[in-house]
């Protein structure tokens, strides 16, 4: 062996040999490493659901299966005793007139969903384009649907009430204001609708401006230059495009019509043929402790919206608009 051969064979490896092999080794890791990385990337999304799906858990489906088993029972929501009556509270709210007839009240809620979806849409097709003081106009009509629903009652009130604002500005105009507009089913209910309008058009009126913003600027300028009106925008760009949130807000239109609660219960209290589904439920349950017939008539509730819901998914399923 010669010298060089020698000095060769002492000499140590290069750093940047060894910090090559080190590198390699750390990055491909051992298998545990790697079992335990993968492990962890998957439980991670669920560390973060815990939380979130413990609360709806909790709150949302252990209260439905409760008030589902006690809609098999006679229970009056105070003693420990409850006893099992099978469907007979399914087939009281089904037999008896009385309490299935509030449904026909919420056609009223119906017809004043269509009409606030059709003010919605034009109101937010108008300032989706450039107009002077459009953003106070914004705040004019989504102002309603930021005020409390009980202050909304007790200022309705008044204003239907004999004598009130409604009547002092129809006198203005000559008109007959003697009349009780609470006092009989049919003016109390279109009132009634009437103020539902008034307050949940700005949730619409937000749901459609904010899809009628996404779409691109580029295709109202190739329309312009094509010499297409506000109509023809309307009909062949923002019409096709907002699809999808005109249909989720038909379906919070179906679903609100019949879980009106609030407005009425506190202007008329389900008086002179104001009283609604959820009212009536709420009455059976804690005015005439019958919170198994009470719990039934939730469940028949819930099963009609999910029907409607389901039925209009698939008469008017969610396609992918696509105006490129």
Do not use: C
């Amino acid at each position: 062996m010669t010298e060089t051969t020698k000095t060769a064979a002492a000499r140590p490896p290069r750093a940047g040999t060894s910090w090559r092999r080190t590198g390699t080794a750390s990055a491909h890791g051992t298998p545990q490493r790697r079992g335990r990385g993968r492990t962890l990337r998957r439980i991670t999304p669920w560390m973060f659901l815990a939380v979130p799906l413990a609360l709806l858990i909790t709150f949302t489906y252990v209260p439905v299966g409760n008030m589902i088993y006690y809609s098999f029972t006679d229970w009056d929501g105070v003693s420990p005793d409850r006893n099992f009556t099978g469907v007979d509270n399914y087939s009281q709210i089904f037999t008896r007139p009385e309490l299935f007839r509030v449904f026909f009240v919420s056609f009223y809620y119906l017809a004043a969903s269509a009409v606030q979806i059709v003010v919605a849409l034009y109101f937010a097709t108008v300032l989706s384009f450039d107009l002077r003081f459009r953003n106070l106009f914004k705040g004019i009509l989504f102002f309603p649907y930021l005020i409390n629903g009980v202050a909304i009652g007790f200022v309705f009130l008044y204003f239907f009430q004999d004598g009130g604002t409604l009547d002092s500005v129809l006198s203005w105009f000559g008109a007959d204001t003697d009349r009780a507009w609470l006092g009989d089913p049919t003016s109390a209910n279109t009132s009634l609708a009437g103020v539902s309008v008034w307050r949940f058009t700005g949730l619409n009126f937000v749901l459609f401006l904010g899809a009628i913003q996404s779409i691109p600027g580029e295709l109202y300028e190739a329309a312009q230059l094509d010499g297409a009106s506000r109509w023809q925008q309307f009909r062949h760009i923002i019409a096709p495009s907002i699809k999808p949130v005109l249909s989720l807000s038909i379906i919070l239109a179906v679903s609100g019509s019949l879980s009106v609660f609030e407005i009425p219960y506190i202007m008329t209290g389900g008086a002179t043929g104001t009283s609604t589904f959820v009212i009536q439920t709420v009455k059976l349950a804690f005015q005439f402790n019958k919170t198994g017939l009470a719990s039934a008539a939730a469940v028949v509730l819930l099963v009609i919206i999910l029907l409607i819901t389901w039925i209009q998914r698939r008469l008017v399923p969610d396609d992918k608009v696509d105006l490129v």
